[in-house]
């Protein structure tokens, strides 16, 4: 099997490894010089960098759905939640985070990221944006870091800019695999989500910007409203298997994100709060994040109580709990009808179908399920300042990315452009790797297509759908999922642990009928894979640095003297074993890590 790579893709039909029932697979080969895996908003903005530091630089997008409506932002957003405003400075932005990640957080990614987020906001309203003004002109504020923008088309505008600074987009390629050659990253594997082809995409550089994971834990809302949920359902954690799976150093997947959203529609609350002043109440009309809360900032709370404190009102008999908007004007709730309009119209939708007056009646709210992801939280890898990982040739922007949170959009752009800087400042130094190796390529096509193949030989196996049920179930009721209030104790984490190693002994019997199951298959391998990392994670910090999103019943405080640190896990692929390692907290901006307020 010789595979010639170049330019352009080159076609090679082959059948990878034994016979599979009379069914072969094509391999699709591309060399580029910087493979870019997810064309989301970090990933758009890493591509037009590049392009515009060098213009004859070959740059490739790889996404599994189609840049002009994948990721996060796919539907769009109604503000800008992370924004330098006259006053603030990065450095008073920098221990902001640090306040709101309850201490621990690290400052030097935050504080580089602080310093490029005005820029690039102000480059993506040259490319279209609209982002609302005051009548001086400067940016409609909405809360101490945010701006307001009409959004609803903010990821075409993106996706448009990558593709006018010159960028290949190869969409609907689901990433598998790093292709690793003599060390370092050398490309990547894709899975076509719509030809069954495997992808060999072999480049001198690599930027991982793929975002975290849902459904890894049971969702909210079951039966067929399952996708009914806050985080991008098509973001698996394929990011952070890559890197896995190398032997990539990862940080900090016990800070998982529980967001607050008004319950069944999974409507973001921001909105309400930040936008229009809605406080938290329970059914008794109290304002107990003020009354509960008070020494932290009552309602300017860090984010994590903001989920915690509802959640304890409804353990301790006094929920439903809400946001008041039952001091909203007529003119306000058309305001907020509009500004839901750029980025969840479906809550619109729903008070329309339901004779539903928010100024007349509290919108009740919920905590979603946990996710995992670098932006709101700091799940990812572990990286220095220029989103370099641990493995050389390969970088990491946005969700994908540790140590960092307080993203939200801006963050993720800017950390886009950093990694595409340091990447073309390091591809002096980093050679064109040689062609993939034939071995690795058949073993990467024999473990893709398995679930196929058994189809195809027995006709009869696990869905990936029952999988990731059963995940989902052990998540939930062991890891601290939704139904047992998020918190959790040695003894659940290790019963979750003996349920996901045997989920992992049945991965051989996934079956896949169609190329829409083969990749459902690899997805929940994936979410599988990145569950494993977060038990090992929650067992290992013997705290509660976060309450709500990592509440331990058996270590209910928090315990700066021996856990103000980072835990970091290496995957082991040879043993299957997540081996933990402990990283300091070092602090790079001055003043008080506990004060909301400068």
Not at 392 to 418: H, M, T
Not at 422 to 448: C, F, H, W, Y
Not at 542 to 555: C, F, N, S, V
Request: charged share 25%.
């Amino acid at each position: 099997m010789d595979i010639i790579l170049t330019d352009i893709v080159k076609k090679s039909s082959t059948t990878l490894g034994r016979d599979m029932a009379e069914e072969s697979f094509s391999i699709e080969a591309l060399d580029t010089d910087l493979l870019i895996i997810g064309g989301g908003t970090a990933g758009c903005l890493a591509a037009v960098e590049a392009r515009e530091r060098a213009p004859g630089l070959r740059v490739t997008i790889m996404e599994k759905a189609h840049i002009d409506r994948s990721g996060c932002l796919s539907a769009g957003m109604n503000a800008i939640n992370a924004y330098i405003h006259p006053g603030e400075t990065p450095e008073s932005f920098t221990r902001y985070v640090r306040f709101d990640a309850l201490g621990l957080v690290r400052e030097d990614l935050v504080l580089s990221q602080a310093r490029e987020i005005n820029d690039v906001v102000r480059r993506v309203e040259g490319w279209g944006l609209p982002i609302k003004k005051d009548e001086q002109g400067n940016y409609l504020r909405r809360g101490r870091w945010n701006v307001s923008i009409n959004g609803e088309y903010l990821k075409p505008i993106i996706a448009q800019a990558a593709r006018d600074a010159g960028a290949q987009v190869i969409n609907r390629v689901a990433a598998t695999n790093l292709m690793m050659k003599d060390g370092r990253v050398a490309g990547a594997y894709g899975l076509g989500v719509r030809d069954s082809k495997l992808y060999a995409i072999r480049a001198r550089a690599t930027i991982v910007a793929t975002g975290g994971a849902s459904g890894i834990y049971k969702p909210n809302n079951d039966g067929s409203a399952h996708h009914k949920m806050w985080y991008s359902p098509f973001n698996t954690g394929a990011g952070y298997t890559l890197g896995l799976r190398a032997g990539a150093e990862m940080t900090s997947f016990e800070m998982r994100f529980i967001a607050l959203r008004v319950k069944d529609i999974i409507a973001p609350t921001g909105t309400l709060a930040l936008g229009f002043g809605a406080p938290q109440v329970n059914a008794k009309g109290e304002r107990f994040m003020a009354q509960r809360f008070a020494d932290w900032g009552g309602d300017g709370s860090p984010t994590p109580l903001r989920v915690y404190g509802p959640v304890q009102e409804v353990k301790e008999g006094r929920g439903p709990c809400y946001l008041d908007t039952r001091h909203l004007t007529p003119e306000q709730v058309r305001n907020l009808k509009a500004a839901y309009l750029d980025m969840y119209p479906s809550i619109v939708l729903y008070w329309a179908a339901n004779g539903i007056d928010p100024s007349k009646e509290a919108v009740e709210i919920s905590g979603t399920e946990p996710y995992i992801m670098g932006g709101h939280c700091q799940a990812g890898y572990w990286i220095d300042v220029g989103r370099r990982t641990t493995l050389p040739g390969l970088y990491a922007a946005g969700d994908v990315a540790g140590g960092a949170p307080y993203k939200f959009i801006s963050g993720c752009w800017a950390e886009g452009v950093i990694a595409a800087r340091s990447a073309v400042n390091d591809l002096p130094s980093l050679a064109t790797p040689p062609n993939p190796d034939k071995a690795q390529m058949e073993a990467e096509g024999e473990r893709i297509f398995a679930p196929r193949r058994r189809f195809q030989e027995v006709g009869e196996g696990v869905a990936p759908s029952e999988m990731e049920e059963r995940l989902q179930k052990v998540m939930d009721e062991y890891a601290g999922g939704v139904s047992t209030f998020y918190e959790m104790n040695a003894e659940r984490l290790e019963v979750a642990r003996h349920h996901l190693q045997r989920l992992e002994g049945q991965v051989k019997y996934l079956m896949a009928r169609n190329p829409h199951q083969l990749l459902q298959a690899q997805e929940v391998i994936d979410r599988l894979l990145v569950a494993r990392a977060v038990v090992e994670h929650l067992v290992h910090r013997k705290e509660t640095r976060w309450p709500g999103y990592q509440t331990r019943l058996d270590y209910p405080q928090r315990d700066d003297e021996r856990w103000l640190k980072f835990v970091n896990s290496i995957y082991d692929g040879e043993t299957g074993e997540v081996r933990i390692l402990e990283r300091p907290y070092q602090q790079f901006v001055s003043g008080d890590r506990y004060k909301p307020k400068e």
